[in-house]
């Protein structure tokens, strides 16, 4: 053990400080740093145990001050993993029988200092070994735990069995087969779903299974649900563990009649009939990782057509599916068969391209602008001209994961629209050339000349009270004027203004900007205004100072401010989140969580902050009207929220079925475009 390597946290029972200095010395001299508690009653010494972390307790065999009885039945008590040792002047076999069977790891002599030190080094190595073998233990029943949630929710209908005997069967599987309880089907035999028609083939298989043969990827057979009916089925075959006892993992499918039509509908999108996005994701996926193998010439692109929402105006909304199919066209004449071509978003198209150099890509990308450039498009007697921004990756070991990927894919795509359309960004991190590090310098320039200009704007979209609350409240959005009135979204700027430093001085300028707005607001209905603050802001000591420093020379009310934080990074700056909470909610501000139910652990991030607002993921609220599962989560965070004191926001309202849906929940306020766009005006009517 080095010198200085480690801290012991030890806590000594001593009936003399001679006897503990002894003991302290011993190890220090042996190059080790001890930090040191010595209780003097029963009390103190159950109160360190349970509130402060412990290495070693080391007490006195035949102590006056606590008995050594008494200490070791504290540490018992407490159920840590703590090495526990006994310490005399002299040692006899009276000494050894009786400490041991009191639980300790040894007997230490306090004027023998070189076997003191060597019994408390191996005592710590043997806590920190047990300390070791705990995490994992933890950490393999939390992976369990995660495997058997992910089975059970899983819509496959999959089962365990082992030597053909039912050990596991998740919900899809029983109700396939017409049972309620897994305890109906435990230790039931395989055989026993399977047709008599195919019962002596499935025989044969369970006994090649016994012999130790390779199970078959697939068998097409009838099987029997528990009220005689029989189906046709597919059965798939994996080698698995459960428990940690080997056995056999079989999914049922119900097999249909068209199977080459079905797998078209799961895999073409209906409008267009290129590949849909699950579909485009999954191949994405293979190719990051082979790009992460070292697998070269692969590359993203996302395709988007330019003024979508005008060219709608233009044509009619009844077109719209015209326009996307016509745009699906014009990409497949284009390119052929050379790339994976995929409708990924609404009007935003996915590329995946194979054997494609960086030169190569870009070729591509020209040519996709160029023939959307020149093609005119025709509906009935009314004409538009398409163009379209290309953004896109050229993957490499460096790329990242798929996230990743799509990610660095979609900031090139907005920035190519955000500098009029019609345009191409493409990123290479293998070899960022110059151009990208011009781009990337021009946007730090222009973001750090927008905090000096006025060219940072502020947007503002209403957020409508469903419980008829008149109270003007509006989300703050950032804006960036870009060229000849052209306006950039966040995504163009913001990411790069986090990578270089700047946005903490971003989130000011929206902050000192905002309690402006509010201040000119002054009247009988005063307005609330909901402001995004990144995590790294709240790192910062000094900013609730700031605040309260505006807030006291402009004379508006804390009240009149909330700060809207993202669920799914503030568990990375929890300390420096539950600081600033506490010190704004002094000053009546509130704090709204964003992006909830994104995650599977969203409802134990209020065990750490306290929120006044959840607002709903937007991923939550698309296609609501239709989708009975995102119904069902809206309601259960809805209601979560309301039982626990705090407004819920459902944000992204798209259209009118999802605005029955949020009627009829627990949502106490609702934002969207489908409501009212963001303007850089605040002239909603809530009273109308």
């Known amino acids: 053990m080095a010198k200085q390597e480690i801290v012991i946290r030890l806590l000594q029972i001593e009936d003399t400080l001679e006897d503990a200095e002894a003991i302290i010395s011993a190890l220090r001299n042996g190059g080790i740093a001890v930090r040191t508690v010595r209780p003097a009653t029963e009390q103190e010494l159950n109160e360190q145990l349970a509130k402060h972390p412990v290495d070693l307790v080391i007490a006195a065999w035949g102590g006056k001050q606590i008995g ?99 050990i596991r069967a998740n919900h899809a599987y029983l109700e396939m087969f017409g049972y309620t309880e897994f305890e109906d089907v435990e230790g039931m035999p395989l055989l026993d779903l399977i047709a008599p028609s195919h019962a002596a083939e499935f025989k044969g298989l369970l006994k090649r299974l016994s012999k130790g043969e390779p199970p078959p990827e697939k068998l097409e057979l009838k099987a029997v649900r528990a009220d005689g009916i029989d189906f046709d089925a597919v059965m798939e075959f994996a080698r698995a563990s459960y428990e940690g006892e080997p056995c056999l993992q079989i999914v049922f499918r119900k097999q249909f009649v068209d199977t080459e039509e079905l797998q078209t509908l799961r895999e073409r999108d209906p409008v267009t009939g290129l590949l849909n996005r699950q579909v485009f994701l999954a191949e994405l996926e293979n190719a990051a990782a082979r790009a992460e193998n070292g697998v070269k010439d692969q590359a993203v692109l996302l395709v988007e057509v330019d003024n979508f929402s005008n060219l709608l105006n233009d044509i009619g909304l009844g077109h719209a599916d015209h326009l996307l199919q016509d745009a699906g066209n014009l990409l497949r004449h284009t390119l052929g068969e050379e790339v994976l071509l995929a409708r990924f978003a609404d009007h935003t198209f996915g590329l995946l391209c194979r054997n494609s150099s960086h030169a190569s890509t870009r070729d591509t990308s020209d ?105 003007e409240f509006y989300e703050t959005l950032l804006r960036m004027k870009v060229g000849d009135g052209e306006i950039a979204p966040p995504l163009a700027f913001l990411p790069i203004a986090e990578e270089h ?37 709240m790192q910062d000591p000094n900013l609730p100072g700031w605040i309260a420093n505006l807030l006291k020379q402009t004379g508006v009310r804390g009240e009149q401010l909330v700060f809207g934080v993202p669920e799914t990074r503030v568990m990375t700056y929890l300390k420096g989140a539950k600081e600033f909470q506490r010190a704004v909610a002094k000053m009546g501000c509130g704090l709204c969580l964003e992006q909830f139910g994104a995650s599977t652990h969203s409802l134990d991030v209020l065990k750490h902050l306290d929120p006044s607002m959840l607002k ?73």
């Open 616 to 688: 709903l993921d937007r991923s939550l609220t698309e296609d609501l009207g239709r989708n009975s599962e995102h119904q069902a989560k809206v309601r259960e965070l809805a209601s979560r929220a309301t039982d626990l004191g705090k407004t819920a926001i459902a944000e992204f309202v798209q259209d009118a079925a999802t605005m029955t849906v949020l009627f009829t929940s627990s949502v106490h306020y609702v934002q969207g475009n489908f409501l009212a766009p963001p303007s850089p005006d605040m002239n909603y009517d809530f009273g109308g």
């Open 367 to 471: 040519r996709i602008r160029i023939a959307f450039e020149g093609h005119i498009l025709e509906i009935g007697s009314r004409s538009a001209s398409l163009t379209v921004s290309v953004g896109g990756v050229q993957m490499s070991e460096k790329s990242g994961p798929t996230q990743q990927v799509l990610g660095k894919a979609g900031q090139c795509l907005q920035a190519a629209i955000s500098e009029g359309g019609n345009r191409l960004s493409l990123f290479d991190p293998a070899a960022r050339d110059r151009a990208e590090e011009e781009r990337v310098r021009s946007w730090v320039a222009r973001i750090q000349q927008a905090l000096k200009s006025g060219d940072f704007i502020l947007y503002f979209q209403p957020i409508i009270s469903l419980q008829g609350d008149p109270t």
């Open 68 to 166: 050594f009885d008494k200490v070791a039945e504290a540490v018992r008590r407490s159920n840590e993993p703590v090495g526990f040792i006994a310490s005399c002047g002299r040692v006899d076999d009276e000494t050894l029988v009786g400490a041991n069977a009191l639980g300790a790891f040894q007997v230490v002599m306090r004027q023998r200092p070189e076997q003191v030190l060597a019994t408390l080094r191996n005592a710590y190595q043997s806590t920190e070994a047990r300390r070791s073998k705990q995490r994992l233990e933890d950490a393999l029943r939390e992976t369990a735990r995660r495997c058997d949630a992910l089975i059970d929710s899983s819509r496959d209908p999959i089962a365990y069995a082992h030597e053909g005997m039912h």
């Open 501 to 537: 430093g700047l946005i903490e001085k971003v989130d000011r300028w929206v902050l000192s900007h905002a309690i402006a707005v509010l201040s000119k607001s002054k009247g009988d209905n005063e307005r609330r205004l909901l402001v995004k603050l990144t995590p790294q802001s």
